[in-house]
Nanobody
Framework: QVHLVESGGGLVQGGGSLRLSCAASGSIFAISAMAWYRQAPGKQRELVARITRGGRTNYADSVKGRFTISRDNSKNTVYLQMSSLKPEDTADYYC????????????WGQGTQVTVSS
């Protein structure tokens, strides 16, 4: 079992920055990749950024050049640094952890809300 706790959401003006954190606990040795997803009202949940155990990253086209995913293995924490925020980035952001490679199980955090005002 893996437990994920997100933090760092909030209200920010357009053009501003926020950093989300996701602290993992439990069977973290089994985690092969972690990711951030988001879900805006009335829309499907979408992948924002993902980082593998080996450090390989990928991003949604809509956030490339503005968001950076990183991790601190000593703290079992993954971060999402968000810059140049736009109102369309407003969503609930969820941390995700994959177990196994290829993944056969995944875990989700409770979500943290990000609101970007225009």
């Amino acid at each position: 079992q893996v437990h994920l706790v997100e933090s760092g959401g909030g209200l920010v003006q357009g053009g501003g920055s926020l950093r989300l954190s996701c602290a993992a606990s439990g069977s973290i040795f089994a985690i092969s990749a972690m990711a951030w997803y988001r879900q805006a009202p009335g829309k499907q949940r979408e992948l924002v950024a993902r980082i593998t155990r080996g450090g390989r990253t990928n991003y949604a086209d809509s956030v490339k050049g503005r968001f950076t995913i990183s991790r601190d293995n000593s703290k079992n924490t993954v971060y999402l640094q968000m810059s140049s925020l736009k109102p369309e980035d407003t969503a609930d952001y969820y941390c995700n952890a994959e177990e196994g490679d290829p993944p056969y199980l995944e875990y989700w955090g409770q979500g943290t809300q990000v609101t970007v005002s225009s």
